[in-house]
Structure formats: C-alpha cells, structure tokens
C-alpha cells in the first residue's frame, strides 16, 4: 500500500519506529481489518500506529512481531527509544506519560471525549457487521421501564445475558465497542463493562451500572493482563479486550 507522509513533528527515532513497523506490516501482507482481526486492536488504532499519529502499546507492537515472525527485541529497543522523544502533530507533546492517544482522557481531565466510528455504507467494518446482527437479540435483554436503564442516572440494577457472536461476547445491556466509560460514568454501558468483567473472572461488584473505584480497579487488572495502558478508562481497545470471547 501507499503510506502517508509521516508527521513533520516526529523526529529520527519516531520516523525509524514507524517505518520498521510499515515494513512488518507489508511484510505480514495483510490489511488494517486483517490486523485488527488477529490482533486486540483495532483497524483505526493500527492506522494511527503506522501512520505516526499515536504511539503504539507494547501489546501492538508484540502482536506486528508475531504475526511478521520477527524477533520482538529489537523492535521493542526502537521503541523504548522513540518514546523518550516522541511527538505528534495531533497531540504536541512528548510521549512520556503519554503511552496511547487516550492517555490524557482518564478522569479528572474534563468531559470523556465520544469516539464515533466511522461506517461506511459501501463496506463497514467486522466489528459493526457483528453488532447489527446480534442488536436486536439483545434488545430483548436491556432493563425494563422503571429499572436502572430507565431512571435518570442510569444506575441501580441490571442483569447479565451472554450471547456470542463469533468471537465476540454480549452480555445484553449494550451493544456498544466503541464509546468510553469510566469512574462515575453510570447506566447500560457501565453495566456491561461489569458483566464482561464478571466473564473475565474479575470482581467490579454490583452490575449496578455505577462505575465506581472497584470497577475501575478491574478494569485496570484487565488492561495489565491484555498488556494495554492500564488507565482505568474503557475506550476502543480495552472493549475488544472485554469482548474477546475465551
């Protein structure tokens, strides 16, 4: 494929990282969906990966070695190198204290920015496929009128319905891969971060809806285990984590 020029603001070492991992990803042949496929990511976080826009989890950029069949070590020296000096043109600042693009958005830094996914009519992508077909099914699961989908802060008390969808997981109160939730977010997706969790073997508590410090703690032990930023805030790559059906 044609990449993109890289960003002007990245220096040497950033511009050597992303053009190794630009050749093990031509090198794998496959495409940003197939990527997302076999690995925890997403296709949109791998584009930012390659195209120098957000600098790439440890977890990422093992899962390129793997799938390239490249010795891991010495992508993983270019990395730790990269990231003393990293800088973007989207985010301005040096990577340390920084390690993905949604670093900064944890509680305590104003309103959680929504990512809304772009769908195409033409195609779409696997993920949005999967959630069409199984919305209706879990529709029939969301609290009743009255219960905690129903009141004005969303929380109180809601139940936990698996279903599986290809190697996607449900768990009946949100259909949802993409929107953030974290401390003292409430209502169905809160809710179902601490089914999935509860599906994972970790303990949030309560399935009340209301995440609160212990969910965030689990969701941060599901983070360590999945080898992504640890920051407490279920964004894109920690649903896919919850969603990852065993």
Known sequence: MRWKALPPSLDDNGRRFVSTLRQLKDHSGLT??????????????????????????????????????????????LRDTAEKTWKTAEEGTSAVGHQTERATNGPGTGSPRIRVAALSLAGGTVLFSAVLSVALVLDTHRPAPGSAGGSGSGAGKYECHYTRHGDLLFAGNSTTSSRQVMLNSTGPDAAEVQCLLLRHELSPGDVDGYFGPRTQTQVERLQEQGHIPADGVVGEDTWRLLRHAR
């Open 32 to 77: 940003l969906k197939a990527l997302q496929a076999k690995t925890y990511f997403s296709a949109s976080s791998w584009a930012r990966y390659l195209n120098g826009t957000a600098f790439p989890p440890v977890a990422a950029v093992e899962a390129l070695a793997r799938i390239a069949d490249e010795d891991v070590g010495p992508l993983l020296a």
